[in-house]
């Protein structure tokens, strides 16, 4: 029966063509499809057929030798009538582009070490692992120098940034309520499983956020992705930059291939013709599609305002395919749009390193308690603090080789929470709610797609704390140390205190300035006395509302 249903499927392969024959094959058919070996391919097919569905009473060696030899036939003019088959063609770059106004929170952007938006990148994140973008460029991303990539791309990826200074975004005397210090910044990351080279083009600088990779393929094709931010009140200053940078890009010979994306802030320009009546925008088209050569690929509208701000320039328009908006919210919380395409260039990709995880529904505690109770612990401890964890961590980890069975992960690009059960349910909940947004832009649906884009933060963040490779240390450290913060009577107070030209080391000095400092930070008492009767009071609290307040605050911060 099985053989029966495996030939009825090479039999309707008869139709099968090389699916992009405009693309020159990399492995040459063995023979062309008019051949006349080709010509018998259905009479073996339908011997095949015929001789597996015949009922044999004597399954004879003869008879098994025969039917081998069919199979081998059949797979034999499956694989010359259909080259494709051996040979799938050139796999194009897939790209991602988003302006995500800002992985930090607003209220946070003055400072030197910013907290991200945990919410945001988390939603980013499961966005990039279940798409796995070849090529990633983001706009606003709000970061400063001591935020590291790792903590926006966690695994993966090779990340080129710019973030925003006073070379690159300098204070305006014409504009100064306007001008913002903080915010903007630009970012170019692409997968590290590609078999391509890249670097940071930084030839030229300018006073402008633009920035420029090179990549080199394999196949020895190279290409250049600019992205560009523009702050809608920089004048023409600003074009005059930009104008001086592109041109130099241009003059380079290390590439002939370029594509130009990111948020222009222009949006009385009126596509594809490129019309606007404002000067600036006139000036801005004509020199990227005029004097640049390039093409606008992006024709409808990339923010919530209905307006084209987020744009594609390119001068080979030819090899941009499936070119696509995303909805709004669909990579992260924005008002700006994603944009999704193709680059139809040939190359490789390189196989990743297996990566393990410890398996711990196959694990038996038993043995490890065993091994743990006889090492001594004492010959570990050293004067140091970081020595003896350093020490103790070593031990924990080569038993936690030695008695936790492993799991290889399923995919080696994505982190382990991704492929959680918990998390696919939730995201697919998502996803199916956001279509069907798409479709019925109810406030019903609009409330469900928020409540299940809000859940399955919550999951992820959850399952994060629940899994960590076998190869990072980093899960292991992270619970020693909040296990010490928790169990030490230690309190975070200095040696020694020093206030007003004072040095106190002893308790009851220390306690004493800091009392001192405290009281100089507030006003003189008050002179009104408002009284306040609370007698007929109707704010209470029941003891499963406290309960239930406590039992949901994260103990892990």
């Excluded at 309707?12 to 051949?35: Q, Y």
């Excluded at 059949?74 to 770059?93: E, T």
């Excluded at 008695?403 to 290889?408: E, L, Q, S, T, V």
């Excluded at 100089?520 to 309960?547: G, K, L, M, Q, R």
């Amino acid at each position: 029966m099985y053989t029966f249903i495996v030939s009825l499927c090479f039999f309707a392969h008869l139709s099968i063509t090389n699916p992009s024959p405009t693309v020159t094959p990399a492995v040459l058919p063995l023979f062309p499809p008019t051949h006349p070996l080709c010509a018998i391919r259905p009479f073996v097919n339908l011997v095949c057929i015929i001789i597996f569905t015949t009922r044999q009473r004597d399954h004879s060696t003869s008879h098994m030798v025969i039917s081998l030899f069919l199979c081998v036939m059949n797979f034999l003019m499956l694989f010359v009538c259909n080259p494709s088959i051996a040979n799938p063609g050139p796999r194009s770059l897939s790209v991602l582009y988003n302006n995500v106004r800002g992985f930090v929170h607003t209220a946070n952007l003055s400072q030197t070490s910013p907290d991200l938006a945990v919410s945001k990148v988390l939603e980013f994140q499961d966005f990039i692992y279940t798409h796995k973008p070849d090529i990633i460029v983001i706009n606003e991303t709000w970061l400063k120098s001591n935020i590291k990539p790792s903590e926006i791309f966690s695994n993966g990826y090779k990340v080129f940034r710019l973030d925003r200074c006073a070379a690159t975004h300098p204070f305006d005397p014409d504009q100064p309520k306007k001008f913002r210090a903080n915010g903007g910044g630009v970012l170019i990351a692409h997968r590290e499983d590609l078999s391509l080279s890249s670097y940071r083009f930084d030839r030229f600088s300018t006073q402008a956020e633009i920035l420029s990779v090179v990549f080199n393929c394999s196949t020895n094709i190279s290409f250049c992705i600019t992205t560009f931010y523009r702050v809608s009140s920089l004048t023409s200053v600003n074009l005059s930059n930009v104008k001086s940078y592109l041109l130099n890009l241009a003059k380079t010979r290390s590439f002939k291939r370029h594509f130009l994306v990111g948020d222009f802030n222009l949006p009385g320009i009126s596509w594809p013709d490129g019309t606007t009546k404002n000067a600036l925008e006139s000036e801005f088209v004509d020199f990227l599609c005029g004097e640049l050569g390039h093409s606008q690929m992006v024709m409808s509208p990339t923010h919530v305002s209905g307006n084209t701000l987020d744009l594609l320039f390119t001068n080979c328009p030819d090899l941009v395919g499936q070119l696509s908006v995303c909805d709004v919210n669909e990579v992260c919380c924005s008002d700006h749009y994603g944009l999704r395409f193709n680059i139809n260039l040939s190359f490789n990709r390189s196989s990743r390193p297996a990566r393990f995880r410890y398996d711990f529904r196959k694990f038996d505690p038993i043995p490890l308690n065993v091994a743990l109770g006889m090492v001594n612990w004492d010959r570990l401890i050293s004067v140091n603090i970081n020595d003896s964890w350093e020490n103790v961590r070593r031990v924990i980890v080569s038993l936690c080789e030695k008695y936790i069975p492993k799991k290889r992960v399923r995919n080696p690009f994505t982190p382990s929470w991704h492929d959680d059960r918990d998390v696919v349910r939730a995201r697919n909940r998502k996803e199916t709610l956001r279509s069907r947004l798409s479709g019925n832009p109810s406030p019903e649906n609009k409330t469900a797609y928020y409540v299940a884009r809000k859940n399955l933060k919550r999951v992820i963040s959850s399952r994060m704390n629940d899994y960590f490779d076998v190869d990072s240390g980093c899960g292991i450290t992270k619970r020693f140390w909040s296990h010490i913060k928790l169990s030490s009577k230690t309190l975070r107070i200095p040696e020694s205190v020093f206030s007003d030209g004072v040095y106190r080391s002893d308790p009851s000095g220390k306690a004493n300035l800091f009392n001192n400092h405290l009281v100089s930070h507030f006003t003189a008492p008050s002179s009104y006395d408002i009284e306040v009767d609370v007698s007929e009071s109707s704010v209470f609290f029941t003891y499963n509302e406290v309960y239930t307040a406590l039992a949901s605050i994260d103990s892990s911060k």
